[in-house]
């Protein structure tokens, strides 16, 4: 990608905008750490990889901010600001593991000076930043063994660079695939209410000349059936211990498909994904965001009035549809309570 996601300059996180992609590039700039909260919760920067990061330098923005501050209200202040990142979307188990992140180097720093806690939480961040690059490399060398010569790929949401620091997780797979002279070919669900599929990923994928196919989500039925669809490569928001996963809604109908006639559908995500404190899907807490999302397109009204909306963000896809969990420590084959444990940090 030409675009950075996410670029900090020492002051000022410059975030690159999704909302306004494919139409114009532009970066919104997050000078303070409710800055950082509004481009999470309004999806200025989304995918779990990326609002991790973001929330890291959301927590050195308030670090910067209260420095001036005595040191117990100082670390007061930073504490709060860490769980209004924390709370700013509740899906993305990412979001939390980045913030803990943080908040373990506050722990660890209480007896030095502001000074000095704000130098190395500068550092973490950057660090959550560089690994989450490596790890989607890894992730895709990984998935890479499981796709085919010529292999006609189906994704969903936008899992590439934009919704991480780089290269990407679902995505980053079928980038590997290409760049190693595959020939793969890429179907992309358009990934209704917000499109993520139509203005990223086919932004991504147009950006670096894979062929790729733009489908409405309702099409993808018709295409695995008809045999054109050889393997489903989709991301994750947070894994439960025993493999269940909640990604973009419409996933889980995607893994029915799959199911029913016997696709490999597969699950790239970081082990920073899996949260090994809830036991399965019924545990993960699923966002619903405004009823405008779907009553609206680029603010434009498509539907009356008055209409009922149900506008959950993501589903649960149970762990008996997934063929593999692709991590950057390997590639976890079922069953997932044993396996998803042999990963455990």
């Known amino acids: 990608m030409r675009y950075e996601t996410l670029r ?5 996180l410059h975030i690159l905008d999704q909302r306004k992609l494919p139409d114009a590039v532009e970066y919104f700039q997050a000078r303070t750490y409710k800055d950082a909260v509004f481009a999470i919760a309004d999806m200025v920067v989304r995918g779990a990889p990326a609002i991790g990061a973001a929330a890291a330098y959301g927590v050195c923005l308030a670090a910067l901010e209260y420095a001036g501050l005595p040191k117990t ?8 600001a860490g769980e209004a990142l924390a709370a700013s979307r509740p899906t993305a188990v990412n979001l939390r593991w980045a913030v803990q992140r943080m908040e373990k180097v506050i722990h660890g720093q209480e007896s030095a000076e502001v000074g000095d806690i704000v130098s190395a939480l ?13 790890t989607n490399k890894a992730m895709a060398r990984h998935g890479n063994t499981l796709v085919p010569q010529g292999a006609s790929i189906l994704t969903h949401c936008n899992t590439g660079a934009l919704a991480t620091v780089g290269w990407g997780t679902a995505l980053g797979v079928i980038r590997e695939a290409h760049y190693s002279g595959k020939n793969i070919h890429v179907y992309a669900n358009e990934t209704r209410p917000r499109l993520q599929g139509a203005n990223l990923t086919a932004f991504e994928l147009v950006e670096e000349g894979i062929p790729a196919t733009l489908i409405v989500d309702s099409a993808a039925a018709t295409l695995i059936r008809d045999g054109k669809v050889d393997l489903i490569l989709v991301g994750a928001d947070r894994i439960a211990a025993n493999g269940d996963t909640a990604n973009k809604i419409g996933t889980y109908m995607l893994s029915e498909l799959a199911a029913r006639f016997r696709v490999p559908f597969y699950v790239v995500a970081p082990v920073s994904t899996i949260d090994f404190s809830i036991p399965d899907g019924r545990h993960i807490v699923i966002e619903e965001r405004a009823p405008e999302e779907l009553t609206h397109i680029r603010r434009v009204r498509v539907a009356p009035p008055g209409i009922a909306v149900y506008n959950p963000a993501f589903d649960v896809t149970p762990h008996e549809n997934i063929t593999a969990i692709i991590t950057e420590k390997g590639v976890l084959r079922p069953p997932y309570a044993e396996s998803l444990l042999q990963v455990r940090d």
Not at 8 to 12: E, I, P, S
Not at 122 to 134: C, F, H, K
């Open 8 to 12: 900090w300059d020492g002051r000022t």
């Open 73 to 80: 209200e100082f670390l007061a202040r930073l504490r709060a």
């Open 122 to 134: 500068l550092e973490e961040a950057g660090a959550i930043a560089r690994e989450d690059v490596e």
